[in-house]
């Protein structure tokens, strides 16, 4: 009993390993989102135009900085205590600590802003573009994939047919009812089967591989495409998806427009932001400072003296002199910094910019130029997306039209081969003409396959300009 229960659990275990092997679309498209490399690069970059917004929001609060330095003075230099020339060798410290906030010219800052959060919103936009993008070149490769899969087990039951028809043939053969020219001829067919299967496998393995390469997946990686019912994807009549209609959604539904017009938005507050860096700044300051020096001295108290000096000048003199002689002391390190050294500041400051080199004048302008030509980069790509629209319409068209016809010609096909088989069986056909029919068939399954994977994608084309994504 354990043996078998190890047994129908590892069966259970292996059952789920290779039902978590399959892949359908949903499942490849999300994968494809969250790891392809131009997706993530532009998610990158609407980062970083995240911390760029980030940045122009932090010019409205006051700047604060604070400074400290210290080292020797040799030779002759400004003493820092007095301020005054002098030769001797001194060693210093200082501190500052500096703050400022504009009070005007918030035509350039609050423009700034505007502009960069239009320009992140449009940098994240793109990134839903990058995701559309993926989405529907992972659904056109997975969609290839199933065709060649389809056609890879088509060319599979041709082999069996041709096998079943060799074996029944090799029978009359032996029972003297037909030649073995026959025999020889179907044999040859079956090696043109197994060619053409051996080619279409090939064919699947390929696409499977560029399937696994546009997922950025590990080419190791156990990968079965999950084949659905095809005649269960719920396709749109083509009159939901006239051109016009579908072109009007688009015009607000696609990233790519709704990017384009985030920045457009963005460069026509950018040209204002510019426009207002020529106007004056209005600015206010406040400073703190202070220093220390090792040859900074105070008096601390005096001495009292008596002396008596002599001086000769053609008579004797006798000049007697008392008083008090002052005592000086090197000043303490904090004493100095908290309390002599201690210096305040406060003010406004006006900046009229008059002449800097042509630079605001052409950042002014060079803006202008930025916003003109992003609103022609939104007009070429309207245009393109209104061409593309029109031009999968017409392809649809086309599709329908030809997966039509590609019906009735395997019913027609069909017919004709069934008719065959019978004349065959009793003799009254070549094999040859056997085969030719038979090949006939096979190229109208093919095609009628071919035809209807087209169409499918062409459709949910349509539906991904419509706004509804790739819905399979």
């Known amino acids: 009993m354990i043996k078998y229960f190890s047994l129908f659990i590892f069966c259970f275990w292996i059952k789920n390993v290779n039902a978590q092997d399959n892949w359908d679309l949903r499942r490849c498209v ?31 609060f006051p700047t604060l900085g604070f400074n400290t330095q210290t080292g020797y003075q040799f030779g002759r230099s400004i003493d820092p205590t007095t301020n005054q020339y002098t030769n001797q060798q001194i060693f210093y410290q200082s501190y500052n600590l500096q703050a400022g906030i504009t009070l005007f010219n918030f035509f350039n800052i609050k423009n700034n802003i505007i502009s960069s959060e239009k320009n992140e919103e449009a940098y994240r936009l793109g990134v839903g573009k990058a995701r559309n993008d993926i989405a529907l070149n992972v659904a056109a490769s997975y969609l290839q994939t199933l065709l060649s899969v389809e056609q890879a087990n088509i060319a599979k039951v041709q082999i069996n047919q041709t096998t079943a028809q060799l074996e029944n043939t090799r029978k009359l053969v032996n029972a003297g009812s037909m030649p073995e020219l026959n025999a020889a001829q179907l044999e040859a067919q079956l090696a043109t089967d197994s060619s053409t299967y051996i080619t279409s496998a090939g064919t699947s393995d390929q696409n499977k591989i560029q399937l696994i390469a546009l997922l950025n997946l590990d080419e190791a990686t156990p990968f079965n495409v999950s084949t659905p019912d095809v005649d269960k994807i719920p396709i749109p ?32 507050y950018a040209v204002k932001s510019a426009r207002g860096a020529m106007y004056p700044t209005l600015s206010l300051y406040g400073q ?5 020096g090792n040859n900074y001295f105070e008096q601390t108290g005096s001495i009292p003296f008596n002396d008596t000096t002599f001086i000769t000048n053609h008579r004797e003199y006798y000049i007697a002199t008392s008083g008090n002689l002052p005592v000086y002391s090197k000043v303490r390190y904090f004493k100095q910094i908290a309390n002599i050294n201690f210096s305040q500041a406060i003010g406004l400051q006006l900046n009229i910019p008059i002449f800097n080199g042509r630079q605001a004048r052409t950042n002014y302008e060079r803006a202008k130029l930025n916003l003109e030509n992003s609103q022609l980069q939104s007009r070429a790509d309207n245009l393109t997306l209104q061409q593309n629209i029109y031009t999968a319409y017409s392809n649809a068209v086309s599709a329908l039209a030809k997966y039509n016809a590609t019906i009735k010609a395997v019913e027609t096909q069909q017919y004709a081969y069934d008719l065959g088989t019978k004349r065959y069986d009793i003799g009254l056909m070549s094999t040859i003409d056997y085969i030719t029919l038979q090949t006939n068939l096979f190229t109208a399954k093919i095609n009628q396959a071919a035809a209807k994977y087209d169409y499918i994608f062409k459709v949910k084309v349509l539906e991904f300009y419509k706004g509804q994504g790739v819905q399979f």
């Open 237 to 268: 009549p083509l009159s939901e998806l006239e051109p016009a209609y579908v072109y009007q959604l688009a015009l607000t539904s696609q990233p790519l427009q709704q990017s384009d017009s985030m920045f457009v938005i963005a460069n026509q």
């Open 288 to 292: 703190l400072g202070s220093n220390y």
């Open 30 to 60: 999300d994968y494809a989102m969250a790891n392809n490399i131009t997706v993530q690069q532009a998610d990158v970059q609407a980062r970083i135009a995240a911390l760029q917004t980030k940045l122009s929001k932090a010019q409205v």
